[in-house]
């Protein structure tokens, strides 16, 4: 428990990536799904995330006020709303991306002081057959 204790409060804190404002993990890389799938919808970002509609768009609005991403009708249904990101958006998402490697990179140099990298991919494994798991449990 203490590990997941210590990695939720990891990625509720806010970070700067030397561009536009501080976000958490979950608006950065809420944030990297829209740049991948520019006009996805709500639905779509929430199955993708395993979070209830409503808990994404507390996500989104929050990029919106950031001036990060922008929330548009659909032109071929007024019901469905797409999600796109703006200027910024795409600028802080780069960097974001660029502190991601690193901070992997830096995490894995770590790491290798005490495992060898077959122990680190066997970590990972676990977490995958894990994460699997919970999701079955769902």
């Excluded at 976000?23 to 993708?48: C, D, K, Q, Y």
């Amino acid at each position: 428990y203490r590990f997941v204790a210590l990695y939720s409060n990891y990625i509720a804190q806010n970070r700067n990536y030397g561009v536009g404002p501080d976000l958490t993990m979950t608006e950065s890389h809420m944030l990297n799904s829209i740049v991948l799938t520019p006009g996805v919808t709500v639905t779509n970002l929430a199955r993708r995330w395993e979070r209830s509609k409503g808990a994404v768009c507390q996500v989104l609005t929050k990029l919106e006020k950031k001036g990060l991403s922008e929330r548009r009708k659909s032109d071929s249904n007024g019901k469905n709303v797409l999600v796109y990101p703006t200027e910024l958006g795409l600028r802080v998402n780069d960097a974001h991306m660029v502190c991601d490697v690193t901070d992997i990179l830096a995490t894995t140099q770590e790491l290798l002081k005490s495992c060898t990298m077959d122990e680190i991919n066997a970590f990972y494994k676990v977490l995958d057959l894990y994460t699997g798991y919970l999701r079955a449990e769902q």
